[in-house]
């Protein structure tokens, strides 16, 4: 995908060190047309995606999912997507070519940003500010604030707040201190995290590295369940051998969570039917570990009877503990995502999007979106949207928003920005 980034008329943006190449000239009247591209005559505009929009705020509202509407609340949500976050030209969409609009500039720091072009993004955006008076260029402001926000530059982020209120008339956004790494406790040592998540199979065999990692080095783990959706027999198998090496060679590791995927691994054994044998194992090491011993027992006769092998035996250690970590507590049914998203596929969406009719998609704690997970993203969620269900992006920041508007993101899911 190549982007062309354009130039406002008159000279309006100040020149620095990044230069954009001018559209070429069209004939006076005439629509102005992407370099190389056949002139065809304008068609209508295709309806716009479902996006929440706070009147007058000229940002995505932080809006409840769900809440009723009526249909003249709903036309007012378009009429205002439509003026103050329109489609990118650059993806094709049929826009007004001749307006003066800040929507080239939008994309391009947007692209910067998902790019990791961080020294280039903060001196562009405080550039072009001065190009849009007022309340004009309001994206820009937000996307300054998100990255300083972002940076931990609270001294830039204030001086920013004053000179805010005196061009927009406007209240700036509260600072929200960065997230910090969980603490550990003094007396312990540094304790690794690793997390399993989705419908784990033999393609995600390298999701147990950590693992491996942490028996070679004899190093305490922990390993968060919370998210793990289910395995299959070959995955099981290798976490099953890692956690009896782990147990058997007192190397310490914590799986936290893990009632959750209990029922679901044991709904996969069948008494009497000699298959999944490598989920069994996981099965009896869980509860070795995490289960009572007339539990474990009753299942070890299942595998005896099963498959005419001698089961492990019971025993009698003491569960692992490390110093305890502060969890998350989410009080819905959102997927969550955290951190810097890179060459990600997102293929612990599946099974998520195929289990759920509505799915929030929790961006909150996402810091960046690279440009090639964001296309993933499209392509995960367009059959999902196809067959009539319905996805919701929670809580971007502004840099990430806008870039999900650059791949056409909006067009599959509902993107919610919090309220400025």
């Not at 826009?95 to 994309?107: N, P, R, T, W």
């Not at 964001?374 to 971007?396: D, H, M, T, Y």
Request: aromatic share 6%; net charge negative; proline share 8%.
């Amino acid at each position: 995908m190549v982007f062309s980034l354009f130039k406002k008329k008159g000279q309006k943006v100040p020149q620095g060190e990044i230069m954009r190449p001018k559209p070429p000239s069209a004939p006076a009247g005439g629509p102005s047309v992407l370099p190389g591209a056949p002139e065809e005559a304008e068609k209508p505009r295709e309806p716009l995606p479902d996006l929440e929009f706070t009147p007058g705020a000229q940002s995505v509202s932080a809006a409840k999912p769900g809440a009723p509407k009526t249909q003249a609340e709903i036309d007012h949500i378009l009429s205002e997507f439509e003026r103050e976050f329109t489609d990118s030209s650059v993806m094709g969409i049929d826009v007004d070519h001749g307006a003066d609009s800040i929507q080239a500039d939008v994309e391009q720091v947007a692209v910067l940003y998902a790019n990791g072009q961080d020294p280039v993004v903060r001196p562009l955006l405080e550039s072009l500010l001065g190009a849009y008076p007022g309340t004009e260029g309001l994206r820009l402001w937000q996307m300054l604030f998100d990255f300083l926000a972002l940076s931990g530059d609270r001294d830039a982020f204030d001086k920013l707040a004053a000179e805010f209120v005196d061009a927009c008339e406007m209240s700036p956004p509260a600072w929200v201190e960065p997230q910090a790494a969980p603490k550990v406790a003094a007396a312990g040592p540094a304790v690794a995290v690793c997390e399993l998540q989705g419908l784990a199979t033999a393609d995600d065999i390298s999701a147990l590295t950590p693992l491996a990692d942490a028996l070679r080095a004899k190093r305490p783990l922990r390993v968060d369940c919370s998210r793990l959706l289910g395995c299959d027999d070959e995955f099981a198998g290798r976490l099953a051998d890692l956690l009896m090496s782990a147990r058997r060679q007192g190397v310490v590791i914590v799986l936290d969570q893990v009632e959750g995927i209990m029922p679901r691994l044991r709904a996969r054994l069948s008494p009497g039917e000699a298959r999944n044998t490598r989920t069994w194992l996981l099965v009896l090491e869980l509860l070795q570990r995490y289960g009572t011993q007339e539990d474990f027992e009753q299942c070890a006769i299942d595998f005896a009877v099963t498959f005419e092998r001698s089961p492990p035996s019971w025993e009698a250690v003491p569960t692992p503990t490390l110093p305890a970590v502060k969890p998350v507590k989410h009080t819905d049914n959102a997927h969550y995502l955290s951190g810097e998203i890179r060459n990600s596929r997102f293929d612990d969406l599946i099974a998520v999007l195929n289990l759920q009719e509505h799915v929030i998609l929790d961006f909150s704690g996402v810091r960046r979106l690279d440009f090639f997970s964001a296309g993933q993203l499209v392509n995960r969620l367009s059959p999902f949207k196809a067959s009539g269900k319905e996805v919701i992006i929670r809580s971007p920041n502004h840099l990430v928003a806008e870039l999900m508007a650059v791949v056409g993101l909006n067009k599959f899911a509902r993107i919610i920005v919090p309220k400025s």
